[in-house]
């Protein structure tokens, strides 16, 4: 049976490197993503991924083990990157510097033809550049809801907002994709049927 | 016409329409992101940067107890094999003198203080068990509650007015 995160933080507090590894290797991916969301840059975002990491294990000893690890970290890693951002203000790169920097591209395209997934990747793309002109408070917010897949709650408690702000930002953070992405010749012209 | 392009367009649609179906739609589109995934060894150096930045805190934090032990040892060693001289305990016995002085001084502005606050607050709450003083709390409360419905109205109406799209003429 896997050990639960709780488990695995508690073996770390106790001198542990394999479980503080484990417990990594859990969170490495999730935290690479929402900073690669906020940064634009893989190098980086791993870096500021391994920053809250090690600031994490400093105070694991301050980690609740009745709240989610995975809430606990992500303020860690807010914090790594408001920090971060207030000390340098980044220039973005694009995603084809991403994958040129080994970025692993699109998932597996739902269809595999090639139309599927030159569409997806214009899209992905296109989705990309356009959450790069959002406010970035609004940014993290939809990575955190719609890429990691957190509640209202979990995400007003990382980022130290009302869920009240949360839901705000997420309304007007979509509201301004949405507004993007039209001007961009995504929406149609006429009304779109959803039987294809 | 593919399903990403399908699907951009329903959310694009909803937008506006259907608030928690734009939302459904938004959060099918976003599969379309590619993820980021860590490099191969991004826990196991993690995890290692993670215990040599411990070490380094451990390492700092014996040195800082190590110094204070050396000093305050070197000290009382100085003034056992010497002495202590008497400019010494004069100007300790000044530091000390001053110290107090400022705590002393540093309490009774704060007792000053709490005790204009203590007559402020006993000022307002006579005020207040006044039938005309409660009127006059009721009357600014009433007119502060209207002044934030009429700025709430006034918000509402603008935000319809910029919802109502582009102008046709």
Known sequence: MEPTDAELARQA??????????LVARYASAAV???ARLVHDRALAEDLAQEAFVRAFARLSTFDPERRFSSWFFQVLHNVAVDFLRRKRIDTVSLDVLQADGYPGPPAARS??????????SLADALAAALRRIRPEYREAIALKYQ??????EIAGILGLP???????LHRGRKELAAILSAEGWKPETGVSETP | ?????????????REGQDDKAAEVAFGQMCAALPPVEPSPGFAARTAAAAWSARARRHRLAAAAYAAAVASVAGAAALVVAFGAPGWLLLTGARIAASALMTLLLSAATLAEVWTSMAGGGTAVARVLVMPQGVAALVTVELVGAAALYALHRLLRDDVRFRNTGPLCI
């Open chain 1, 13 to 22: 507090l106790a001198g542990s490197q394999a479980a503080y590894q484990a």
């Open chain 1, 33 to 35: 993503n929402l900073a």
């Open chain 1, 112 to 121: 595999s033809s090639p139309d599927a997934q030159a569409e997806q990747r």
């Open chain 1, 148 to 153: 990691q897949d957190l509640g209202i709650d």
């Open chain 1, 163 to 169: 869920e009240g702000t949360v839901k705000t930002y």
């Open chain 2, 1 to 13: 016409m593919t399903d990403w392009r399908r699907d951009a367009e329903m959310w694009l649609e």
